[in-house]
Every structure is written in structure tokens, then in C-alpha cells.
């Protein structure tokens, strides 16, 4: 059975940074593209950043760029979201998301993705 357990959420201020993790087991995480979702109440769920099975290739939301950055690690099983110059208008639920599809670049839609966690909160106070 896949799981997919993020931590790190939490509250900060305004300019702050928060590092996400999502902790993957019951899939070969090496083969799998990665991906990072935000959804607030009442909106569709966003995709915030994307890394490929090997790393070498990411891909971010225009909202994010520059201030995120989406990392692995094949050896722990782990995908990481380092979130530095936080904004208000970044607080939302996080999700990470497994495609269990082998791409050689990864993919921004919901529907691409397989296998999701439960969710961390990040709130940004103004």
C-alpha cells in the first residue's frame, strides 16, 4: 500500500521560510516523478512544484519561482519543499503527489499524479 506522509507545515511570518517533507513507502520511490500541490477553501488544488524521478528536472509555478525549491533524496525515500520568502497569500493545505507514470519530466496537472498524502497546513501571518 502507498503511503505518503508529509510533515514540516506550521505557522511563520511574513518573509519566513518552512522546509516541507513527504515520506513515501510501498512504491519503488526511484522510478516515481514527485510533485507538490497547495489547495485553500473553496479553490481548486494548484500545483506548486514538480521534480523528476532522478532529480534532474524541476518545474515550478510562476507564484513560486524563485522563492521554492523541490528537492530529493532516492536513498531516504524522501521528497522535500524548501519555502523561503513566505507570503500571506501562500498559506494553504500541502500535499505531495506520486505519478506512478515514468516521465522524463514532471507533471503539473492533479490528474497526472497517483498517489496523494494527507496534507500539512502552512499559514503565513501578515
Known amino acids: 500500500q502507498v503511503q505518503l506522509v508529509e510533515s514540516g507545515g506550521g505557522l511563520v511570518q511574513a518573509g519566513g521560510s518552512l522546509r516541507l517533507s513527504c515520506a513515501a513507502s510501498g512504491l519503488t520511490f526511484s522510478n516515481n516523478g514527485m510533485g507538490w500541490f497547495r489547495q485553500t477553501p473553496g479553490k481548486e488544488r494548484e500545483f506548486v512544484a514538480g521534480?523528476?524521478?532522478?532529480?534532474?528536472?524541476?518545474g515550478y509555478a510562476d507564484s513560486v519561482k524563485g522563492r521554492f525549491t523541490i528537492s530529493r533524496d532516492n536513498a531516504k525515500d524522501t521528497v522535500y519543499l524548501q519555502m523561503n520568502s513566505l507570503k500571506p497569500e501562500d498559506t494553504a493545505v500541502y500535499y505531495c503527489a506520486a505519478d506512478k507514470v515514468w516521465r522524463r519530466r514532471p507533471v503539473t496537472s492533479n490528474s497526472d499524479y497517483d498517489y496523494w498524502g494527507q496534507g500539512t497546513q502552512v499559514t503565513v501571518s501578515s
Open positions: 521534480i523528476s524521478w532522478g532529480g534532474g528536472f524541476t
